[in-house]
């Protein structure tokens, strides 16, 4: 079993930055491929990123690319996303997700462990 636990979220003005973290707890994440996924009111669970266990590859939604950076500290068993640029409709609760498929990618059917999530509310 892998607990997953995010912080870092808060309310910023558009055009700032948040890093999010994402600390696990109960087994190591290094086997694990890990990722971001995001949930704003009345809409479904969207992708936001993922890396693979080593950290050398990672994958991005088109609409946080260039903005967003998701990184991984095997040795802290944590997983950020630092967010830039931000915009009001990046406003969603932010959970962190693990599994050990390493080709999980994008789809968030395919994360067995999830955390609880953060709230990151972008004003305008």
């Known amino acids: 079993q892998v607990q997953l636990v995010e912080s870092g979220g808060g309310l910023v003005q558009a055009g700032g930055s948040l890093r999010l973290s994402c600390a696990a707890s109960?087994?190591?994440?290094?086997?694990?491929?890990m990722a971001w996924f995001r949930q704003a009111p009345g809409k479904e669970r969207e992708f936001v990123a993922t890396i693979i266990r080593s950290g050398g590859s990672t994958r991005y939604a088109d609409s946080v690319k260039g903005r967003f950076t998701i990184s991984r500290d095997n040795a802290k068993n944590t997983v950020y996303l630092q967010m830039n640029s931000l915009k009001p409709e990046d406003t969603a609760v932010y959970h962190c997700?693990?599994?050990?498929?390493?080709?999980?990618?994008?789809?968030?059917?395919?994360?067995?462990?999830w955390g609880q999530g953060t709230q990151v509310t972008v004003s305008s």
């Open positions: 109960g087994r190591t994440i290094s086997a694990y491929t």
């Open positions: 997700a693990a599994d050990l498929n390493y080709w999980a990618g994008a789809t968030a059917a395919s994360y067995r462990y």
